[in-house]
C-alpha cells in the first residue's frame, strides 16, 4: 500500500521534472542496426497509436528506408512491460506508472517520453448501483490492470471522495476490455466496470450499462499519462531509430489535434465497433498532449 502512495507522488513529482525526448544512447556510424522494429499493438487508444502513425505516414516518414515494422499485439501494459525487458519488443507505449514502476524494479526499460491520457470512467449494468456509494465490499470491478492509470485515477478518486486511496483497491478484478464487455452478456459477476477512450464510447452507446463515476478529471488534474518506452540495450544500439520514433511520436500528436476527422476515420476503421463521428467528437473534446519525457532525471 505504502508503495502504490509513493508512486502516486514520484508520478506528480515526474510531471514537472520531464523535458524532452532525447535519451542518453551509444552512437555508432550508422547510428543504428536493427532492420525490423516492433511495435506495441492492443484494442486501447494508446496501443492503436503506432498503427495511427503509420496509416498517417508519419511514420515511414521518419525511418530510414531500409527498416521494416513489425506490429505485435500486447493485451496489457505489463505483458507490454514484460516483452521490452526480454527483447521481444522494441517499442510500447504504457502507462507512467507501469514505466515508473520498471524503472523502480531495474528492469531494461528505456522511458523515451510521454503524452497525456485522455477519457476514464466507471460503468454498471446493475439497477441497484447507482454510484459508487453503492458498490460493496466483495463486489468486483473490472480493470485492464493494477498497474494502470486508471488504478491511479481510481485511487485519487477514492481519496478526495471518501478520504481513503485504497477503498475499492480489493474490489478491483483484472478482465481485458473485450472479456468485460462479453461478461454483461453472460453473467453478472461483475458489479462495475473501469473503461477508458475508445471502450467509453462502446459503453457510452451500451443501453444497459450506467455510467456511476468519470475518473477523466482526476487525469487531467495529475497529469496521468501514458509512456513511449523502448528496450535499453535496443535504444543504446539504434539512437537514430529511437529519435525517429520519438519524432514521429511528438509530430503524430500534432496531426490528431489538428485533423481529428481524420485520424478519427483511421481509428475507426482500426476499431469499427465505433463510429469515426464519436471518435472526433472526444478527439476534439480531449487533445493530446506531448510535453513530458523521462531524460536527465
Known sequence: MRRAALIIAILLVFAVLFSACQPTVKNSEKGYSATT???????????MFFRLMESAGILKKHLPGDVSVEHKFMAQNVIAAEALATDNLDFGIVSMVVAIGSMENDMPILPLAGTSYTVSKIYSNHSDILSMDDIAPDDKISIVSLGSYFGMALMLYAQEQYGDYYRFINNLQIITNEDAFASLNTSDDLAALIFGFPHTIQADNNSGLTEIADLTPYMRKYDMSIALVTNEKFGNENPVLVEAICNATKETVAWVNENP?????????????????????LLKDAPLKYELSFSNV
Open 37 to 47: 522494429i516492433r511495435l506495441m499493438e492492443n484494442d486501447a487508444y494508446s496501443g
Open 261 to 281: 476527422d481524420e485520424a478519427a476515420v483511421i481509428l475507426s476503421e482500426l476499431m469499427p465497433e465505433v463510429s469515426s463521428e464519436d471518435f472526433a467528437a
